[in-house]
């Protein structure tokens, strides 16, 4: 085999993610009064527009969750007994799907800063000309060229303008035919299913008067390829962010940031879900002793900072890794480790509130008058709550998850910029800040790593707030989806007077 | 004299997900000056949003499409906005059903008629305050200068409507409209609010437009009614003409469908169908296809209101010509339903008791500090003791927080009676812990007043009905249990169909039947009934109580009836017994009861309901105050500070239960003198 598979602590919890959402979907589908409020969310432009951006995003963190060590190339073999089986032998570095089809981009380090798109470095260094005939050449102090950005350019002076526009407008006349393809297989797979003809649906596509926004979502997608493709094209030949301190490409950083981002927004809930919904819901449906012991726990929880039970943590993980270093043999799994640790404190630390909102929702439940007839019935207690109040707050349950998202990835980046997040090591916007801390404080400044950061996290919480409040409007029974307006009025009005 | 409020062909109509809702389809009603205007009709027929139609106060997706609306003869629908603020609360003023939702909680009472005093007149400072005080002595709070200070928590329901009432009138309005003002409240607070309003009435002049589903208040209340059926008006009759002569089959429907002593022993009229969803477009009559009387013409042509005799006009072919009025139809509405039919279980002698309660206490304890001392106790039922025979009813009656629904589910063992015995077919259940309590809990079982919160809303129907039988096994298999899932089904007259959906899909009668199936697939033998009609609108009403009837006919099922309604009682019970803050106060036949009631609460509980026939001018007797609080009842007899007959001794101690002929118990002091 030419690659070992390495399953990761948190690969392993995210395909577990997977399925249980997928599962969720299944059952969804199969009944009417969840598959309603899903539908209201279908049919939001803005949240379906969102969903086209985490779409992305998602598909990005998917990526780079598969994980693998590439086999090393054999060595020339020394040994006449070619009989013998050979032993593989493979990388010590564990390289993602993503890390393989960025490998352009990754693999090209310069030797520090530039800017985005430079052909030349940032700062000025001792160049030595070549000397004429054999002579030592000359030292000078310039702006040397980079050793990838802009290589292929004869003339940077001349050429550099002409070579990005071009290239650009190249990746945007190639976007268009894109675009109109996932337009085609659109039509494609929904045609049949409205029983319209295509030109119709078109019309109604065009004219916004589908059900599913599609217009919303096909301009989101345009504009989408209108900014990946050009940027894909650019950067087969430039860095279009620029790189970093060490020279590494920061859209790769960036990009291999998204993965610890989601991780973080999506497996901190799955820790802390089980706490939250079995102690809210038992302090609410049990009252007595165990309401008072659960109100407890979580009051003392609360009051503790939780930046310091966070930080408490991840040193001592940290003691534990530096005195066990068996346990861990690379360090991608060290620094993985870490990962799920903080996603595990994080949850610790973040489930009173949801919990709180929970027992409130089942003390207001268990008075209900269904509730008692099942109590009437000498139902167990354990069977009530599972049956007449979990599929009953589930919705608080949902909104709270998908609102705690963007919380969190930006609590990540604070923690690590505190630096009692994740490992070092590991690319993640928080250690993109961190190092911006000292960017921004030369002269000149080091702008792009906090731009790239701030354009990147801004994009994923944006589309997960967006994605958040459709969800909530659709979900909260309180929120009642704006009626639409009358058509008639004042016209039909004038015409019946 | 020209009409005070003018409205003309009005149409209100709503856009929602399902169509255009046609609320108000045209309706045309005046109301003259010093009247008052009842507006009667089933949830959903538009009479609310005929009253938020001329405040303009309707839902963001409402919108009046046409009509006008005259008041004084100035059109308030072309009023700009701005005006029409000058017109709400100044000309107009309005009170509504819930007075526990329409006090701001955190504004004290005096500033909130304050707020309506300066926005539309000029007086202030002292002026003010006096008026504010002239306007709680008006209303009859007592104490209003220290009422003034405080909040709506600190006040009790019917001081809360007094307040709303109070706010209304601040500006002295020419039309005051109450959206059920009555609904919320007891039947004896009830009659001190509508007592109330018409003396404010015959002392300002003012007009009332009354919007209300109880014929009783329209009875004791109106000048002028009219039905409104489906978005539209179809009958408009004076007080006398209307409670005389019924003309629209509706409305004498409605008539019959009213549960009463008189129709005992028979079965409620009931209206067929459902009312027709207001999205449709009507080319007929919109009762046509519920209507017992209906032809061809009636599906085809939609009937005009045709002006009959003397001011009464009605929406219906009958009248207008197309087919003769038959005299034999205007037979009175109130005419008793099949005499002969009498009911079976009346002569059965009331055999050993199934049920048997004796001095059981519900005490709730009161904890307060740190530590959840216990300071004191509620005593929400305190020392209640009843029998039932098998197949017979009792009606549990009191007043809301008198402890009766506490009662009953003590009896169930929902809640663990603090002292006393229930005895359940010769075994006492009050001992009974777990395992032994859960077995026999398929013996006596709960129907719930509200269906829309006693049904799962994410179960099925067929989950519903499974649950009990699951957890008490009365059906082992899946097979048995389907196959009596559709004979339970079948019994309270769903299809077999129903199973496969959820609750959210059917009307409030529809879904109180689905309770009532969940309840009996267990093979109860008792059903304790909490309020179980209360919450629907008369002709479903009608069908549930005669569903319950002919179950208890069929199945000999004994039901244990708690209820604050009088005429329900009269039609279905056996047997009374009278609650008064946590105990019984008088008890006995039906019969016995309700015509010659002993105890002063009872007779004046009973002279409170508002009765249809207005011939014998009947003498309500006022009950001062409210119920006292369960925490801290009055010394001796509860009822003695509110009782007009209270002598020095009822404050000593608690009367003893004196019987008063076979079946007959009061607990009063009055009638010691007569058993000696």
């Excluded at chain 1, 702006?143 to 945007?172: E, M």
């Excluded at chain 1, 407890?296 to 609360?302: A, H, I, Q």
């Excluded at chain 2, 196959?483 to 299809?495: I, T």
Aim: hydrophobic residues 45%.
């Amino acid at each position: 085999m030419p690659f070992l598979p390495v399953i990761l602590w948190t690969d392993a919890l995210i395909y577990l993610l997977l399925a249980v959402v997928a599962v969720f979907v299944w059952y969804v589908r199969r009944h009417a009064h969840l598959r309603a409020p899903w539908w209201r969310v279908a049919q939001t432009p803005a949240a379906m527009s969102a969903l086209v951006v985490l779409a992305v995003f998602v598909v990005i963190g998917l990526l780079d969750s598969v994980h693998f060590r590439l086999a090393l190339p054999a060595a020339p073999d020394t040994r006449t007994d070619r009989a013998a089986p050979r032993e593989l032998a493979y990388a010590v570095d564990v390289k993602s799907a993503l890390d393989v089809l960025l490998s352009s981009i990754a693999n090209r380090p310069e030797r520090t800063y530039s800017a985005p798109l430079a052909t030349h470095a940032y700062a000025k260094e001792t160049v030595e000309l070549p000397g004429k005939d054999g002579e030592p050449g000359r030292q000078v102090r310039d702006y040397p060229r980079l050793k990838y950005g802009g290589a292929h350019l004869r003339d940077p002076g001349r050429d550099w303008g002409p070579d990005v526009l071009r290239t650009a407008f190249r990746g945007a006349a190639l976007a268009l035919p894109l675009w109109l393809l996932a337009a085609l297989v659109l039509v494609a797979a929904c045609t049949p299913a409205d029983r319209l003809t295509s030109r119709d649906f078109w019309h109604a596509v065009w004219r916004g008067k589908t059900e599913v926004p599609w217009r919303a979502i096909l301009i989101t997608l345009g504009l989408l390829l209108l900014v990946v493709v050009p940027v894909m094209l650019l950067s087969r030949h430039y860095h279009v962010l620029g790189t970093d301190k060490v020279g590494l490409d920061v859209l790769y950083l960036s990009l291999k940031s998204v993965r610890t981002a989601l991780v973080i927004g999506t497996l901190t809930t799955l820790v802390m879900l089980p706490f939250s919904v079995m102690l809210g819901i038992m302090a609410g449906y049990l009252r007595g002793w165990v309401d008072d012991l659960i109100q407890y726990f979580y009051t003392t929880l609360n009051s503790i900072p939780g930046v310091l039970l966070i930080a408490a943590g991840v040193l001592v993980l940290q003691v534990y890794i530096e005195t066990h270093p068996d346990v861990f043999p690379t360090s991608a799994q060290r620094a993985d480790f870490r990962l799920l640790w903080l996603c595990i404190i994080l949850g610790i630390t973040s489930w009173t509130g949801l919990c709180r909102l929970l027992r409130g929702e089942a003390l207001k439940l268990r008075e209900l008058e269904y509730v008692q007839a099942a109590q009437a019935f000498g139902v167990s207690q354990w069977r009530i709550m599972a049956r007449h109040i979990l599929p009953n707050v589930m919705h608080i349950v949902l909104i709270s998850v998908v609102m705690d998202f963007s919380g969190l990835v930006l609590a990540e980046a604070v923690l690590s910029y505190v630096g009692v997040g994740v490992d070092p090591s590991m690319i993640s916007f928080g250690t993109m800040i961190n190092a911006a801390r000292l960017e921004m404080g030369r002269e000149p400044m080091v702008w792009w790593s906090l731009a790239s950061a701030f354009v990147f996290m801004l994009a994923l919480v944006l589309a997960a707030n967006l994605f958040a409040d459709a969800v909530r409007d659709a979900f909260d029974p309180r929120v009642r989806v704006g009626a639409r307006k009358l058509r008639w009025g004042k016209t039909t009005q004038a015409g019946e007077a | 004299m020209s009409a005070l409020l003018d409205i003309k062909d009005l149409k209100t109509w709503l856009d929602s997900s399902g169509g255009t809702v046609r609320a108000i389809d045209g309706i045309s009603i005046e109301v003259a000056r010093g009247e008052t205007f009842a507006i009667v009709g089933e949830s959903g027929c538009g009479k609310s949003m005929t009253a938020l139609s001329v405040l303009r106060l309707l839902p963001e997706a409402g919108q009046i499409v046409a009509g006008s609306v005259l008041l004084g003869g100035e059109d308030l629908l072309g009023l700009p906005e701005a005006a029409m603020r000058g017109v709400r609360g100044r000309r107009i003023a309005m009170i509504f059903q819930e007075p526990a939702t329409s006090l701001n909680p955190v504004l004290t009472v005096g500033r909130q008629i304050a707020e309506v005093l300066e926005r539309h007149t000029a007086l202030r400072g002292e002026a003010m305050q006096k008026r504010m005080l002239e306007l709680l002595v008006a209303v009859g709070i007592p104490d209003p200068a220290r009422r003034m200070g405080e909040y709506a928590f600190q006040l009790s329901g019917g001081m809360k409507q007094r307040v709303m009432i109070a706010v209304a009138l601040a500006a002295e309005p020419d039309l005051l409209i109450a959206d059920e003002p009555t609904t919320a409240l007891d039947v004896t607070i009830q009659a001190q609010v509508l007592d109330l309003l018409s003396g404010l009435q015959r002392a300002s002049g003012m007009a009332i437009l009354l919007i209300t589903h109880d014929l009783g208040v329209v009875a004791q209340m109106a000048h002028k009614v009219a039905v409104m059926y489906a978005g539209q008006i179809i009958e408009v009759a004076s007080r006398e003409a209307f409670f005389g002569a019924p003309l629209h089959p509706y409305s004498r429907k409605l008539f019959q469908a009213l549960p009463g002593s008189e129709r005992r022993g028979g079965e409620l009229a009931v209206i067929r169908g459902q009312v027709p969803p207001l999205t449709t477009e009507f080319r007929g009559c919109r009762f046509a296809e519920r209507c017992d009387l209906a032809w061809e013409r009636c599906h085809v042509e939609v009937p005009g209101l045709t002006a009959c005799d003397n001011g009464h006009s009605v929406r219906c072919h009958l009248y207008d010509g197309g087919k003769g009025v038959d005299p034999g139809e205007r037979v009175s509405a109130a005419a008793p339903a099949a005499p002969g039919a009498t009911d079976v279980s009346e002569k059965v002698q009331s055999g050993p008791a199934l049920l048997s309660v004796d001095g059981l206490k519900v005490h709730f304890p009161i904890h307060k500090g740190l530590f959840k001392r216990t300071v004191g106790q509620v005593k929400a039922v305190d020392g209640i003791s009843l029998d039932i025979a098998t197949a017979r009813t009792l009606a549990l009656v009191g007043e809301s927080g008198c402890g009766k629904t506490t009662a009953g589910k003590a009896i169930l063992q929902l809640i663990r009676p603090s002292a006393g015995s229930v005895r359940f077919d010769g075994r006492e259940l009050t001992r009974l812990r777990g395992r032994a309590l859960r077995e026999r809990r398929a013996d006596f079982q709960l129907i719930f007043q509200d269906p829309y919160a006693s049904l799962n809303p994410r179960m099925r129907v067929a989950d519903i009905l499974a649950e009990g039988m699951q957890a008490l096994g009365v059906a082992d298999t899946v097979a048995e249990r389907a196959a009596r899932m559709d004979r339970m089904l079948a019994q309270v007259g769903l299809n077999a169909e129903a199973k496969l959906r959820y609750p959210h899909e059917f009307s409030g009668g529809q879904r109180q039947r689905i309770a009532i199936a969940r309840a009996l697939a267990v093979k109860p033998k008792l059903i304790v009934c909490d309020e179980p009609t209360s919450a629907l609108d008369v002709s479903v009403q009608a069908q549930i109580l005669n569903l319950l009837k002919q179950l208890q006919r069929d199945l000999g099922l004994t039901y244990l009836f708690i209820t604050h309604n009088i005429a329900v009682v009269e039609y279905l019970a056996h047997e009374v017994a009278v609650m008064y803050l946590g105990r019984i106060v008088e008890r006995g036949t039906v019969d016995a009861v309700l015509r010659t009631p002993r105890h002063p609460y009872t007779q004046a509980l009973l002279s409170a309901v508002p009765a249809l026939d207005q011939a014998g001018e009947r003498k309500i007797i006022r009950l001062r105050g409210e119920l006292p609080s369960p925490a801290n009842p009055p010394s001796g007899c509860h009822f003695h500070p509110r009782c007009p007959q209270a002598m020095a001794e009822c404050k000593r101690e608690y009367p003893q239960p004196i019987r008063l002929g076979e079946n007959h118990e009061v607990n009063c002091v009055l009638y010691r003198a007569q058993t000696r």
